[in-house]
């Protein structure tokens, strides 16, 4: 790694690595579902501004706008609410490591359903090493008989599934699109979605907006949706795609230390294993032989 790239990686890491404690202070008083989607009509209008400033043309062909709706769907709005719900019973920094297993699922769907990807035993010796990962996290959890917050690893496992498809998806999506106008129909699309579920879930009048959350959204829309993923990739554009995906190894470490000082969570030596072997397999696989 250059050093003109390390700098960038520990922002980038350091930012996003704050997602999940700012969830968690949000959802203390703004409903799971509210709050989602929120954060996707702060971040879509965000978006819509830069564009506006940008004048760029909001026009994209019928077929691509059909496809990013229904990746929106998919990588946006469902892997958000499973994780969001999710953290209701669940450590920020817990949050962080189970969804760093998503390189893992993205590689076994690549080899089924895309057939991009060679399998071999060094593959699936690092996909166990994963899953046992995981369930090592799990294992006391198990143990204890904690449902609630076994339902809450269980939504956001699911969570890294779908993110796993999501990246599949995405690379479908035409090269000639705007990367900022596919990232406004994106989030754009999520709001609009997520509608009908803050609705069912009476998301707003189980929301009494404490300031310390609705800072958190503001943020979470702002900071985190739009700007930190236009850095992202901005980076990606100067680095490469391999060197920048390297900021998700590193995310999980700034995500317990943020929980540990600012939430108080407690830190477990399954935590500390189980997180060491899913980020050990998901870097070996995405790396190779």
């Known amino acids: 790694m ?49 564009l506006k400033i940008k004048k ?59 057939k991009e990807e060679k399998i071999n035993f060094y593959k699936i010796f690092f996909v166990i ?13 198990l143990l204890n008989n904690n449902e609630f917050v076994i339902t809450g690893f269980i939504l956001i496992l699911l969570a890294s599934i779908a993110y796993a498809i999501g990246i599949i998806l995405l690379k479908k999506i035409n090269s000639k699109i705007n990367v900022h106008l596919s990232c406004f129909y994106l989030v754009l699309f999520a709001f ?33 949706q739009a700007f930190t993923y236009s850095f992202f990739l901005n980076a990606v554009r100067i680095f490469g795609a391999s060197r920048t995906a390297y900021v998700g190894y590193f995310m999980p470490i700034f995500s317990i230390i943020y929980g540990a000082i600012f939430l108080k969570e407690v830190l477990t030596i399954n935590i500390f294993v189980g997180g060491a072997l899913i980020l050990l397999s998901a870097y070996f696989i995405e790396k190779g032989s």
């Open 56 to 114: 760029a043309s909001f026009k994209i062909p019928l077929k691509d706008l059909l496809f990013i709706f229904f990746i929106s769907l998919i990588d946006v709005y469902l892997p958000q609410i499973l994780t969001t719900t999710g953290e209701k019973t669940v450590a920020s920094g817990i949050t962080s490591v189970i969804l760093s297993s998503s390189p893992i699922f993205t590689f076994i769907f690549a080899y089924f359903f895309l």
């Open 129 to 141: 090493l994963g899953f046992l990962g995981v369930f090592i996290i799990f294992y006391k959890e």
């Open 192 to 224: 609009f979605i997520s509608i009908p579920f803050t609705i069912l879930s009476n998301g707003v009048t189980n929301s009494n907006f404490k300031i310390s959350s609705v800072l958190a959204l503001f943020y979470d829309g702002i900071v985190l």
């Open 2 to 50: 250059s050093k003109k790239y390390i700098p960038t990686l520990l922002i980038l890491a350091s930012l996003w690595g704050s997602d999940y404690m700012f969830i968690k202070i949000g959802i203390s008083s703004i409903h799971p579902s509210l709050f989602t989607s929120l954060r996707f009509l702060i971040a879509s209008i965000v978006f819509f501004v830069f």
